[in-house]
């Protein structure tokens, strides 16, 4: 399973290569709906996984679990990543495609389609399940040491612990003894906002041979947990 192999390789990192940003951390979830075994399929793997009690669920909560998971900050991870494939002897090109097919003299043996928006706008792709979603983060200085995430079937509101502030996002609402809803209360380091690629229909992770390039499509992957990268390429 995609999930669990890169579970794996990031908590070997988090062990073996602090430098990269990885770091294990308490997690908890919280649910405004019922949960069935298949939605937590990932409760046979996840280190300290349990059921939290319901003197500890916010208002509305109909369940929660907590467990030990990992985090990372992009900008520190993908620079490491980045020096370590080039030591490795990775050669990294930047260009631009209008089609796959505009790669073919690349000499490779395999392309993978990782390309994030790409699908929407290559010519040889143009997936129609494809489609930007708008995101904003605020980033504060707090001292909440854990992950916190909650799924009332429409958004998820979430806490994620960086190197100097956390993500915060509606959090008022499910930890008002920790985050104030008075924005005067906060030592704000700053804002993201951004554009996301989402695919509607789901990853897509497929081969095929097209134009004469073999070609692994590999898109599609959610953008706000668990996302499967590593386990990705490893299927």
């Not at 993908?78 to 930047?94: A, I, M, Q, T």
């Not at 505009?102 to 395999?110: P, Q």
């Not at 998820?156 to 190197?163: A, C, F, G, M, S």
């Amino acid at each position: 399973m995609m999930q669990r192999d890169t579970f794996a390789v990031l908590w070997r990192l988090a062990i073996r290569h602090p430098e990269s940003s990885v770091k294990m951390i308490p997690m908890e979830e919280i649910f405004d709906d019922e949960r069935t075994d298949d939605d937590l399929w990932y409760k046979d793997y996840m280190p300290n996984f349990q059921f939290l009690p319901k003197d500890r669920l916010p208002s509305g909560a109909k369940g929660g679990i907590t467990y030990t998971t990992i985090v990372l900050d992009p900008g520190i991870f993908l620079p490491w990543l980045k020096r370590n494939l080039e030591s490795s002897g990775v050669d990294f090109k930047r260009m631009t495609l209008h089609s796959l097919s505009d790669a073919y003299h690349l000499g490779h043996d395999i392309l993978i389609n990782a390309t994030g928006a790409g699908p929407i706008y290559l010519d040889d792709i143009q997936d129609d399940n494809m489609e930007l979603l708008k995101g904003q983060i605020m980033i504060i200085k707090s001292d909440y040491k854990k992950c916190f995430m909650r799924d009332d079937g429409k958004n998820y509101t979430y806490v994620i612990p960086r190197l100097d502030g956390k993500i915060v996002r509606r959090i008022h609402r499910s930890l008002p003894e920790r985050f104030s809803i008075d924005l005067s209360d906060y030592d704000i380091v700053g804002h993201n906002v951004c554009i996301r690629p989402y695919r509607s229909s789901g990853m897509r992770i497929e081969n095929e041979v097209k134009d004469g390039q073999k070609i692994v499509h590999a898109y599609g992957t959610s953008c706000i947990v668990r996302t499967p990268l590593i386990g990705t390429i490893e299927g």
